[in-house]
């Protein structure tokens, strides 16, 4: 049994983005990573990583890939 949380969201990393966005933590990200002088703060590679079919909470929350 699956649970279907959230419909537009890939997995988990989108869901994560989503609430950085709401909550502002990725102009902080953006900031510090300025700050110590990186190119950016790594979000994207992150989200990818969390968007990962196999991953457990993905399967649990968002289905697998022969769902989509």
Same mark, same amino acid.
């Not at 510090?32 to 968007?51: F, H, P, S």
């Given at each position: 049994?699956?649970?279907?949380?959230?419909?537009?969201? @890939?997995?988990?990393?989108?869901?994560?983005?989503?609430?950085? @966005?709401?909550?502002?933590?990725?102009?902080?990200?953006?900031?510090?990573?300025?700050?110590?002088?990186?190119?950016?703060?790594?979000?994207?590679?992150?989200?990818?990583?969390?968007?990962?079919?196999?991953?457990?909470?993905? @399967?649990?929350?968002?289905?697998?890939?022969?769902? @989509?």
């Amino acid at each position: 049994m699956q649970i279907r949380l959230i419909k537009k969201h @890939k997995g988990f990393g989108d869901t994560v983005e989503s609430l950085a @966005k709401l909550t502002g933590m990725n102009h902080v990200a953006d900031a510090i990573a300025k700050g110590v002088g990186a190119e950016d703060c790594g979000c994207a590679g992150r989200k990818e990583e969390l968007n990962n079919p196999d991953l457990w909470i993905n @399967k649990a929350l968002y289905g697998s890939k022969q769902d @989509k």
